[in-house]
């Protein structure tokens, strides 16, 4: 395919990067985090490429820009000995501790971490070239949602201060940690989607091991003085390097309670089957998906064009959330078609500093030649490239390619591309995207564009089973972080939005007592006295 100049020029300005996301120098990160110590590395470290490769005289090529520790299995041992020993089979410090007392560690965090904004967000740039307003956006986000978690644990906290008197047994209700998590989140979004099952689970009363993506690492190194210096030792570590080598030791050795991961649905189940006993193991996880977008003959097409482009097409497709297949009606559909291959021509491509640039280079090596293949075998079935510069390839960079007449049994039908192609398909009877939603493996969201309430109406009723969010003339999101966020299928098992996470990372549990006079004189003189921090009715304000 075609190299566009766009593309060729892209990568000769990261030598005129401004000063303040300008890279100083090497980020060569060699500290982790273990048993409140953060150790110095001296052994092999692993390579840190960057999406905005250099031009150099055959051409581009990727660009090293630092390198953190390639940790072993002895490491990821002594994180999980760290973990285990601050956990103390729900006898440590921080299980027990009271509520009040875990937030207060938990602000402390939030203050050290917004010092980091400038270093965070100047290596999303760097490590997944995510542009400069996301990159602040997926900061600020998670601030947000650590604050919002705070008052979400005041409420539960709240609710739970009081005993419950039923056939004359008195109970009091909480919710109790369940012990090690390993939280492991994604390169799309390592700091936020790291942070919506750490901090719950931290808050919660977990001890927590935490491994970074394999693309997003070094950034995380700006963090870790905070967190040593916010929470009692062993009570957060960190472990880097291989996944295949630091992660099945922990899982193995079957210490591991919480398994939060956000990533694909083949790691997440190789994954769970390394515990000795599975069902102990309490899985978070957030998996594919192929969020369809479905545009209806009356349509509002301005709108729907869009909210297809944004959804499908924002952070490069780079979403669990991104509309990954759009069908259109066929009364509408050339119409569609040429009006959303010329909004995704009119997409600016560049460095993600630059103003205005949607479309920047792609951090997984190899994804390129990944979609373009996706691309050649949908066209040699019959598709259509509709736009412009759909496909040019220029070293990490993609051009998003519109695909008109994708058609069943292409792998771009089915397969979830996570990257900038979008593939539209016309249907004359809404049965066709509907047993499409049915036959999918994946369940997560749905886009429906669309004016007439009787009609949208008919739509709803099914697809809420099939998948769990239904987006009228809207793009699919995850946010606002309050509503719940799951899927069904392949596509997720438990359900994040800021106070379902302190709930999947708890388990309830009460202290019950037949309600005569010996019990009633112990339980007053346990709460008076504050001999405990679970039967309490103390009430955070
Ligand atoms: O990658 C999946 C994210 O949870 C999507 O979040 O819809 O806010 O981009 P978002």
């Known amino acids: 395919m075609a190299e566009s100049r766009a593309a060729r020029s892209i990568f000769l300005d990261a030598e005129r990067c401004p000063e303040p996301h300008r890279l100083r120098g090497p980020v060569v990160q060699r500290r982790y985090l273990i048993g409140g110590e953060v150790r110095d590395w001296n052994g092999p470290m692993e390579e840190v490429l960057s999406p905005i490769w250099r031009e150099d005289s055959v051409g581009p090529a990727p660009r090293p820009i630092g390198s953190y520790p390639r940790l072993t299995e002895k490491e990821s041992l002594d994180a999980l000995q760290s973990a285990v020993r601050a956990c103390d089979r729900g006898r440590g410090q921080w299980p027990t501790s009271p509520v009040g007392e875990r937030l207060a560690h938990l602000e402390q965090f939030t203050h050290r971490m917004i010092e980091c904004r400038e270093e965070v967000v100047r290596l999303l740039m760097w490590e997944i070239a995510k542009t400069l307003p996301d990159a602040q956006k997926e900061f600020d986000r998670t601030v947000q949602y650590i604050r919002d978690t705070i008052e979400a644990v005041k409420e539960l906290d709240r609710a739970s201060s009081r005993f419950s008197i039923q056939e004359g047994i008195i109970a009091q209700i909480r919710r109790a ?246 593939p539209i398909v016309a249907f004359d009877r809404i049965d066709e995207p509907i047993r ?33 969010r239904v987006n009228l003339n809207s793009q699919c999101q995850r946010g606002p972080d309050t509503f719940p966020f799951t899927g069904r299928k392949d596509s997720a098992e438990g359900t994040l939005s800021v106070s379902d996470a302190l709930r999947v990372f708890s388990i309830r549990t009460l202290v019950a007592a037949k309600g005569n006079e010996g019990n009633k004189a112990i339980l007053t003189d346990i709460v008076r006295g504050r001999r405990s921090s679970f039967l309490s009715t103390d009430f955070i304000f």
């Open 177 to 422: 940690p369940m012990g090690v998590t390993l939280c492991m989140g994604p390169f799309n979004y390592p700091l936020n989607e790291t942070f919506t099952t750490l901090i719950p689970a931290l808050v919660m009363g977990n001890c927590v091991i935490m491994k970074p993506p394999k693309l997003g690492v070094l950034l995380h190194g700006p963090l870790l003085e905070a967190f040593r210096d916010s929470f009692p030792p062993g009570v957060i570590n960190t472990v880097y390097g291989p996944g295949s080598t630091v992660i099945p030791p922990l899982i193995g050795s079957g210490a591991i309670d919480v398994l939060a991961f956000i990533g694909t649905s083949a790691v997440a189940d190789t994954l769970r089957r390394q515990h000795p006993r599975p069902h102990r193991l309490r899985c978070v996880l957030g998996l594919e998906a192929k969020n369809p977008g479905v545009i209806l003959p009356d349509a509002d097409l301005e709108l729907a064009v869009r909210e297809s482009a944004l959804g499908s097409l924002a952070f490069n497709g780079q979403r669990c959330t991104a509309l990954k297949i759009l069908f259109c009606h066929r009364s509408r559909f050339r119409e569609f078609v040429d009006r959303f291959a010329a909004s995704v021509d009119a997409l600016a491509a560049g460095l993600p500093w630059e103003q205005g640039v949607t479309i920047t280079p792609l951090p997984e090596p190899g994804k390129p030649e990944r979609l373009r293949d996706l691309v050649e075998e949908a066209v040699a079935r019959g598709a259509r490239v509709a736009n412009r510069n759909g496909g040019a390839v220029h070293g990490s960079l993609f051009m998003p390619a519109v695909l008109e007449g994708v058609v069943p049994g292409a792998r771009l039908y089915e397969e979830e591309q996570f990257g900038p192609v979008v």
């Open 436 to 468: 499409y939603v049915e036959e999918s493996s994946f369940g997560q969201q749905i886009s429906i564009f669309g004016n007439n309430p009787e009609e949208i109406a008919r739509l709803i009723d099914p697809l809420v089973n099939q998948v769990c």
